[in-house]
């Protein structure tokens, strides 16, 4: 809170503080050091300060001038505790009027304000003018409140938002005083001196050299060596002999005493008492001095009647009145509300609005705290990553030096090796070599005998002797069996280009999709889910499995695994509630599941024609409800349903029949082929019909030639019980031959091959089950039905309401798929 009470020009604690037309508040001293007088004033100034600007008089002349020609001031002017009122002051406030002039930039009479560093918050404050000599400070500061503000055209800046008002003939009393400010600043001093004097009462001068626990009191004070000394230390570290003969013993000092007993002692400054230059009086300063003591606060007047208190306020001013303001005739027009009303009504303003910045100071401590507990986790993470990297590098270098050993195995080794094939290629030259030189010398003393029989006799020996030792060196024989190069190159090219690259990578699993409901959609049997990554997220994702339950609570099951963040699975049961989530992977793992988003499916299905899926030669109208061909072949279309499970019955009006042709009807896989009639493949069940008869086909096998076509206006119904796995067929409500096919079993979807001469306008929804034909009873075989079809009420007062088309009687239907087939979109 100090901040809030302290001066934005002078940076302390606010003395006599008055609120400004801005509603900031700043001091009354402060006030008159940077109010100053802008240059449409200048032809108001009195002659002597006009004088002093253009005719070179000195300033002294000048002041004396101006305090001779101006007049006494008509109003007292708050001037602190106290303020001097003679005519000395008129010649200082003269002088300070003047110097004002010659601080201000150019001599323009406007005072800069560019921020610097010579106050708190950059306002560059003139600075204050001595008294003259012979003059007391008192005096000096009475002439500055009553001369400065005695110039019409003087202004003043607001430090905070720079805004400027102009002064009016009472000069700075014009503004309020903010009383309630002076209080809570007294009520702070008097709290802050409290609360210094008991820590200052408690800190009592103690020994520095004692070595007890705790130190004694100090008894004296060395003032050349600035050492506190109890009477022991004193005379076992310092005695009064030798060197320290000369040093000056004094008492230690005593604590410094709180700024509320200075100002107890002081009654006569707190009180406000009169200078000998003459005193000022200060409207309301009673009461604000009254709240800093034990006596009650008193009311604060109105400036102008001084004897009357504030009854009033003047919603228009923004400001409290007296009763005799009113009756002057001041606030006639504006709007006066009663003083304590207001009172009242603002205080619950200000409360609300408290309430309002308390909840914001509420979050912004949770925020703080939050961001001290990331100070926390970051410290920690910080520690437990330099852990993991010191532990991750030694045991690099613990598998560097146990590589390292092997290699210096295989090098001792080799080593080995070699110098054992040295040394025995030695030895076994060096054993030859001595036979060979033995028989030399031999040999040698043999040639020497003159006996020719008796050489005669070993000569042959000594010969194949020596050719055979001749022989034994035999080529290769003397060169070395291992070369002295050692054929170990260490590769340390790529280990060191990897210790250089060895870098952090991101190891983070993958945060949790979020699940874009807007865009999670159902459709007849099929779901559409959407999911984005959260924002911010700095972890990689290389894909997202998406998971669907059975729609009865069972387990859950992968449908989806790709990069994109939209997919549509069809081929679900009707009228069923399945739960689906995703999660996302990537190098690291999987990540979190998101949160379970149901969806339910439709009770009754509905389908239209498939533009994707039907020949080029189709033409699709009235919103695919409406299909035509414009080729004289037979072509097919799908419908957008599929069924594996569960009764349906549609039905498909024929709009328009020329030339007798053959339309085909039925169902279909989804890979059945386009361009010719239904049924001709093993792909499509399907009755086709001319003006006078129908068969069935399948495998372009007929079969069943049975009376009874179609024409303009006909409708064909299509009954498909995949329960029983039959397939039968309708003309205008009564059933067309026998069963048409059996054994049908699969997903299937509705199909239909027509040529130009026919025209099927719009195709019929599909119930869950099929009510009879009128307003009756319910059919036993419908009552014993499963499934999960909807009520039997709501079904039969969807029929009454014409909402669902008739069919045949006694065929209870439903809708259970459990086949899917996916179809994935780039989000």
């Given at each position: 809170?100090?901040?809030?009470?302290?001066?934005?020009?002078?940076?302390?604690?606010?003395?006599?503080?008055?609120?400004?037309?801005?509603?900031?508040?700043?001091?009354?001293?402060?006030?008159?050091?940077?109010?100053?007088?802008?240059?449409?004033?200048?032809?108001?100034?009195?002659?002597?300060?006009?004088?002093?600007?253009?005719?070179?008089?000195?300033?002294?002349?000048?002041?004396?001038?101006?305090?001779?020609?101006?007049?006494?001031?008509?109003?007292?002017?708050?001037?602190?505790?106290?303020?001097?009122?003679?005519?000395?002051?008129?010649?200082?406030?003269?002088?300070?009027?003047?110097?004002?002039?010659?601080?201000?930039?150019?001599?323009?009479?406007?005072?800069?304000?560019?921020?610097?560093?010579?106050?708190?918050?950059?306002?560059?404050?003139?600075?204050?003018?001595p008294a003259p000599p012979g003059s007391s400070a008192a005096a000096a500061r009475g002439a500055a409140c009553c001369s400065l503000p005695s110039a019409s055209s003087s202004s003043i800046t607001c430090p905070q938002c720079h805004r400027s008002a102009s002064l009016d003939h009472r000069g700075l009393r014009g503004f309020r005083r903010n009383r309630l400010l002076e209080a809570i600043v007294q009520r702070h001093q008097q709290g802050r001196g409290a609360a210094h004097g008991a820590s200052t009462a408690a800190a009592v001068a103690v020994?520095?050299?004692?070595?007890?626990?705790?130190?004694?009191?100090?008894?004296?004070?060395?003032?050349?060596?600035?050492?506190?000394?109890?009477?022991?230390?004193?005379?076992?570290?310092?005695?009064?002999?030798?060197?320290?003969?000369?040093?000056?013993?004094?008492?230690?000092?005593?604590?410094?005493?709180?700024?509320?007993?200075?100002?107890?002692?002081?009654?006569?400054?707190?009180?406000?008492?009169?200078?000998?230059?003459?005193?000022?009086?200060?409207?309301?300063?009673?009461?604000?001095?009254?709240?800093?003591?034990?006596?009650?606060?008193?009311?604060?007047?109105?400036?102008?009647?001084?004897?009357?208190?504030?009854?009033?306020?003047?919603?228009?001013?923004?400001?409290?009145?007296?009763?005799?303001?009113?009756?002057?005739?001041?606030?006639?027009?504006?709007?006066?509300?009663?003083?304590?009303?207001?009172?009242?009504?603002?205080?619950?303003?200000?409360?609300?609005?408290?309430?309002?910045?308390?909840?914001?100071?509420?979050?912004?401590?949770?925020?703080?705290?939050?961001?001290?507990?990331?100070?926390?986790?970051?410290?920690?993470?910080?520690?437990?990553?330099?852990?993991?990297?010191?532990?991750?590098?030694?045991?690099?270098?613990?598998?560097?030096?146990?590589?390292?050993?092997?290699?210096?195995?295989?090098?001792?080794?080799?080593?080995?090796?070699?110098?054992?094939?040295?040394?025995?290629?030695?030895?076994?030259?060096?054993?030859?070599?001595?036979?060979?030189?033995?028989?030399?010398?031999?040999?040698?003393?043999?040639?020497?005998?003159?006996?020719?029989?008796?050489?005669?006799?070993?000569?042959?020996?000594?010969?194949?002797?020596?050719?055979?030792?001749?022989?034994?060196?035999?080529?290769?024989?003397?060169?070395?069996?291992?070369s002295a190069e050692f054929e170990l190159t260490l590769d340390s090219g790529p280990l060191l280009q990897a210790i250089h690259q060895l870098d952090f990578i991101q190891m983070k699993l993958p945060p949790v999709p979020l699940l874009q409901l807007e865009k999670c959609c159902t459709r007849n049997n099929s779901v559409t889910l959407a999911w984005r990554t959260p924002p911010f997220t700095h972890s990689?994702?290389?894909?997202?499995?998406?998971?669907?339950?059975?729609?009865?609570?069972?387990?859950?099951?992968?449908?989806?695994?790709?990069?994109?963040?939209?997919?549509?699975?069809?081929?679900?049961?009707?009228?069923?509630?399945?739960?689906?989530?995703?999660?996302?992977?990537?190098?690291?793992?999987?990540?979190?599941?998101?949160?379970?988003?149901?969806?339910?499916?439709?009770?009754?299905?509905?389908?239209?024609?498939?533009?994707?899926?039907?020949?080029?030669?189709?033409?699709?109208?009235?919103?695919?409800?409406?299909?035509?061909?414009?080729?004289?072949?037979?072509?097919?279309?799908?419908?957008?349903?599929?069924?594996?499970?569960?009764?349906?019955?549609?039905?498909?009006?024929?709009?328009?029949?020329?030339?007798?042709?053959?339309?085909?009807?039925?169902?279909?896989?989804?890979?059945?082929?386009?361009?010719?009639?239904?049924?001709?493949?093993?792909?499509?069940?399907?009755?086709?019909?001319?003006?006078?008869?129908?068969?069935?086909?399948?495998?372009?096998?007929?079969?069943?030639?049975?009376?009874?076509?179609?024409?303009?206006?006909?409708?064909?119904?299509?009954?498909?019980?995949?329960?029983?796995?039959?397939?039968?067929?309708?003309?205008?409500?009564?059933?067309?031959?026998?069963?048409?096919?059996?054994?049908?079993?699969?997903?299937?979807?509705?199909?239909?091959?027509?040529?130009?001469?026919?025209?099927?306008?719009?195709?019929?929804?599909?119930?869950?089950?099929?009510?009879?034909?009128?307003?009756?009873?319910?059919?036993?075989?419908?009552?014993?039905?499963?499934?999960?079809?909807?009520?039997?009420?709501?079904?039969?007062?969807?029929?009454?309401?014409?909402?669902?088309?008739?069919?045949?009687?006694?065929?209870?239907?439903?809708?259970?798929?459990?086949?899917?087939?996916?179809?994935?979109?780039?989000?």
């Amino acid at each position: 809170m100090e901040e809030e009470l302290k001066c934005p020009v002078c940076g302390s604690l606010f003395r006599e503080p008055i609120i400004l037309p801005c509603s900031h508040n700043v001091c009354l001293p402060c006030a008159r050091t940077i109010a100053v007088q802008t240059p449409d004033g200048e032809q108001h100034l009195p002659p002597p300060l006009l004088h002093s600007r253009g005719s070179g008089l000195p300033a002294g002349a000048a002041a004396a001038a101006a305090a001779a020609a101006a007049p006494p001031p008509d109003h007292e002017t708050p001037a602190g505790p106290a303020c001097g009122g003679g005519g000395s002051g008129s010649a200082a406030g003269g002088d300070h009027a003047d110097k004002l002039s010659l601080f201000s930039e150019t001599d323009s009479g406007y005072g800069s304000y560019t921020p610097s560093l010579k106050s708190p918050n950059g306002v560059r404050v003139l600075p204050t003018v001595p008294a003259p000599p012979g003059s007391s400070a008192a005096a000096a500061r009475g002439a500055a409140c009553c001369s400065l503000p005695s110039a019409s055209s003087s202004s003043i800046t607001c430090p905070q938002c720079h805004r400027s008002a102009s002064l009016d003939h009472r000069g700075l009393r014009g503004f309020r005083r903010n009383r309630l400010l002076e209080a809570i600043v007294q009520r702070h001093q008097q709290g802050r001196g409290a609360a210094h004097g008991a820590s200052t009462a408690a800190a009592v001068a103690v020994c520095q050299l004692c070595d007890r626990t705790p130190p004694e009191p100090a008894a004296t004070l060395c003032e050349q060596c600035d050492v506190l000394y109890c009477a022991a230390c004193q005379l076992k570290c310092h005695p009064s002999r030798g060197p320290f003969a000369k040093h000056r013993l004094v008492s230690p000092p005593p604590p410094p005493r709180a700024p509320a007993e200075a100002a107890s002692a002081s009654p006569g400054a707190a009180q406000g008492a009169p200078s000998a230059g003459g005193s000022c009086k200060s409207p309301g300063a009673t009461g604000a001095g009254a709240a800093g003591g034990g006596a009650a606060r008193k009311y604060a007047t109105c400036p102008d009647h001084e004897m009357e208190n504030y009854s009033m306020y003047c919603v228009s001013c923004r400001a409290p009145v007296c009763y005799l303001c009113l009756e002057e005739g001041r606030h006639g027009k504006h709007e006066v509300k009663p003083l304590g009303t207001m009172w009242k009504q603002h205080k619950a303003q200000l409360s609300q609005a408290l309430n309002g910045v308390s909840d914001k100071a509420k979050e912004a401590k949770e925020f703080l705290v939050q961001l001290k507990n990331i100070l926390q986790q970051i410290q920690e993470n910080g520690l437990d990553h330099e852990a993991c990297l010191v532990a991750q590098c030694d045991a690099l270098v613990d598998a560097l030096t146990r590589q390292k050993a092997k290699l210096l195995t295989k090098i001792t080794k080799e080593r080995e090796n070699k110098l054992k094939m040295v040394w025995d290629q030695i030895s076994h030259c060096t054993l030859k070599l001595r036979q060979s030189t033995g028989l030399m010398e031999y040999c040698l003393e043999v040639i020497k005998e003159n006996d020719p029989s008796g050489f005669l006799q070993i000569s042959d020996a000594l010969i194949k002797r020596v050719q055979v030792s001749q022989e034994q060196w035999v080529k290769g024989a003397l060169e070395p069996k291992v070369s002295a190069e050692f054929e170990l190159t260490l590769d340390s090219g790529p280990l060191l280009q990897a210790i250089h690259q060895l870098d952090f990578i991101q190891m983070k699993l993958p945060p949790v999709p979020l699940l874009q409901l807007e865009k999670c959609c159902t459709r007849n049997n099929s779901v559409t889910l959407a999911w984005r990554t959260p924002p911010f997220t700095h972890s990689t994702v290389d894909g997202y499995i998406l998971e669907l339950d059975d729609g009865d609570g069972g387990q859950f099951r992968e449908v989806y695994v790709g990069k994109e963040t939209l997919c549509t699975i069809d081929g679900l049961h009707f009228n069923s509630t399945y739960n689906a989530r995703v999660k996302a992977f990537n190098s690291s793992g999987v990540g979190p599941y998101s949160k379970t988003v149901v969806l339910q499916t439709s009770d009754v299905a509905w389908f239209t024609f498939d533009p994707n899926s039907g020949h080029r030669d189709i033409i699709l109208s009235n919103d695919n409800q409406t299909a035509t061909c414009s080729s004289y072949d037979d072509r097919v279309v799908l419908g957008t349903a599929a069924f594996s499970k569960g009764v349906h019955y549609w039905e498909l009006h024929v709009d328009r029949y020329d030339n007798h042709p053959d339309p085909a009807f039925g169902v279909a896989r989804a890979s059945v082929g386009k361009d010719m009639m239904l049924g001709k493949d093993d792909k499509a069940w399907a009755m086709y019909v001319d003006s006078n008869r129908s068969w069935f086909m399948h495998c372009s096998s007929h079969t069943n030639r049975t009376e009874g076509g179609v024409c303009k206006g006909a409708t064909v119904g299509v009954l498909l019980d995949l329960n029983e796995h039959t397939l039968t067929f309708f003309i205008n409500g009564q059933q067309q031959g026998p069963t048409a096919f059996s054994h049908v079993d699969g997903v299937f979807m509705p199909a239909l091959s027509l040529n130009r001469n026919v025209q099927v306008p719009r195709t019929l929804q599909v119930r869950a089950r099929l009510p009879p034909p009128a307003p009756a009873p319910l059919p036993v075989g419908l009552q014993s039905a499963p499934g999960k079809g909807g009520s039997k009420e709501a079904v039969r007062g969807a029929v009454q309401a014409g909402s669902l088309p008739t069919g045949p009687p006694g065929h209870p239907l439903e809708t259970v798929l459990s086949g899917m087939m996916f179809s994935c979109l780039s989000a």
